[in-house]
């Protein structure tokens, strides 16, 4: 015969409105992806559904979701982020991003280089002699998005390579051709006589 001091306690995963409140916020604003998606996990148990179910929506084992739950009762939203992972440290550092930043914001053209866009590769191949860290492209884009920089289509700018009178001379044409007034052109036909 079983005593009641031997049988197993029965877990409540039933949320009170402040951790509702609390799974809730993170799921929309952590910023930790796998903690919005363990809270995810917390709720779906708070909502009633069985280990198996929630196992299979959250696509991990059910042993995943007990020690998942079991993490969140005894350290609430914090219990759900990952250990610390032991050995190399991340490559780039607080330092590394500040200058990563910094450099982003400088025209390549005062560091002596014949360029004006910085492309990631020209990026990299800067950092790694400016602190001689080594990152693969992949690692760098990663950097890059999590510091929140996204990829734009560079503007070329010409006027480094222009000379300023045949420029000025350029636009003094340009303008007395706007003066000119157009020849009248049929609406009717994609055909137009040459002028």
Do not use: C
């Not at 952590?30 to 996990?41: F, K």
């Amino acid at each position: 015969m079983w005593h009641t001091s031997n049988m197993p306690k029965k877990i409540n995963y039933t949320l009170s409105e402040e951790e509702l409140l609390t799974i809730e916020q993170a799921i929309k604003n952590h910023p930790n992806l796998r903690v919005r998606e363990r809270a995810r996990l917390i709720r779906l148990l708070h909502k009633g559904h069985k280990h198996p179910e929630v196992a299979e929506i959250m696509g991990i084992s059910v042993g995943q979701v007990y020690w998942w739950h079991k993490r969140w009762r005894q350290e609430r939203v914090e219990g759900l982020a990952d250990f610390p992972r032991s050995g190399r440290p991340h490559a780039a550092d607080e330092a590394y991003r500040a200058k990563l930043e910094e450099l982003m914001e400088t025209d390549p053209h005062e560091l002596g280089y014949g360029f004006n866009v910085w492309t990631s590769a020209r990026l990299m191949a800067h950092m790694k002699r400016e602190t001689g860290v080594v990152v693969t492209e992949r690692t760098f884009l990663n950097i890059l998005a999590r510091m929140d920089f996204v990829y734009r289509r560079p503007k070329h700018d010409l006027s480094p390579l222009q000379e300023k009178e045949a420029k000025e001379r350029a636009e003094e044409t340009v303008d007395e051709l706007k003066k000119k007034p157009k020849e009248k052109r049929s609406n009717f036909s994609l055909w137009t006589k040459q002028p």
